[in-house]
DNA sequence: TTACGTGCAAATAATTTGCAGTCCC
DNA sequence: GGGACTGCAAATTATTTGCACGTAA
């Protein structure tokens, strides 16, 4: 999987000690709580996650964090490129733990998201974007619903 | 504006009257609200709108619409097939009255929404659905920032 | 020590809902 | 008249913020 870039090597499927890497690498202190929650997160593969489901993990594991540190812990993670926002419905935001480049199938009803391999989709023929501006990111959302 | 001809023909640039004729063919009783909101919307072109911007269109043109009937009138239009939503950023949700297929430019800073002509993406190679499900839609999002 | 982190509770922001009153057919 | 529609205010949901206290370097 995530075998390539230096910067993705400890994040999937890490132990424990690599989360405190990890955390090391980026520049944010190993405390407790994100040690924990880097381990929800990267310790086995690909995953996507609201702010709500990795309270409910933390929670279970009886790890005490508040819901406003997974939230900072979230956009931390984000900011040093550890995480990537995926935005589908208007209300929650997830986080994906797979940031390389690759798109989206969210099956509407189930409030489910999944990776599409990169590669499985090809956005030909990009448009220029207007004068004065630059493309950041393309994102690529395949909507779903349950055959009848 | 346009006195257009075909099948989008009232709903593109169209009068008034126009207004009256779309609400009464998707079988919504063209009260005050609608009327005035409806012709916000497909008055002048394509656009995409937030209920916030279109109550402050109401607002300031002195017609006396409430902020939750802006928000059925958006739902109810769009259930119809008039407007179709667009998903961005996490928080506020888009109308773009633009319902034929097409893609669009985001400006991440300015939260400007920006229609990509169709044919001008063309999302070759796609992924079949996981068993079960059958695609519904295919979104590009193409972001973008002012460049330095 | 000391700046960075965390928890809690209160604050926002966007949107939804319940319900009494109003309007169209 | 009767069901569809609207407005208001209160309720929800997801997320953010302010601030006292805790903790890694």
Redesign the interface.
Known sequence: MLQSMTAAVELTGCTWHDVKAMLHRVGLRPTRQRLALGWFLFGKGDRHVTAEILFGEASRAKVPVSLATIYNTLHQFTDVGLLR?V???????YFDTNINTHHH?F??GENEL?D??DG????????K??D????????????????T
Chains 1, 2 share one sequence.
């Open positions: 926002r935005v589908v419905d208007g209300s929650k935001i199938f099956a509407e999944l599409i391999a499985d989709v090809l956005v030909g023929n990009m448009p974007p207007p004065g501006y630059e493309t950041t990111r393309t994102d690529v959302i395949v909507r779903l619903k349950r055959k």
